[in-house]
């Protein structure tokens, strides 16, 4: 069976994004390990360094869910704004309109 040029370097790509996850599966294992050799060492408490990383991750994150919060309820706001105008500009009962 003969592939593509295009199939060929699909394949490829895929081979190489499967080696950089298995290679960096490894060095999570690793990493986990030394951690778990770290908390037996130090009276079963994580590493501070690691307490102030996740300290650090966890503050980003709130940041962010803070900012997509603000950016979506300003967004509804102006979505209502922008729907009251036009029915604003559709009434035609001068009791019911507002200048």
């Known amino acids: 069976m003969k592939l593509k040029n295009d199939e060929k370097i699909w394949i490829e790509m895929m081979a190489y994004f499967a080696n950089v996850v298995v290679e960096n599966m490894k060095l999570i294992e690793g990493l986990v390990e030394q951690i778990d050799q770290l908390k037996l060492q130090e009276t079963n408490e994580s590493p501070k360094w690691l ?24 967004q509804e706001q102006l979505q209502l704004l922008r729907e009251m105008d036009s029915i604003h500009k559709i009434v035609d009962d001068q009791a019911l309109r507002i200048d």
Do not use: V
Request: no cysteine; charged share 30%.
């Open 51 to 74: 307490s102030k990383l996740l300290f650090a991750l966890s503050e980003k994150e709130r940041a962010n869910l803070s900012n997509d919060l603000h950016d979506s309820i300003l």
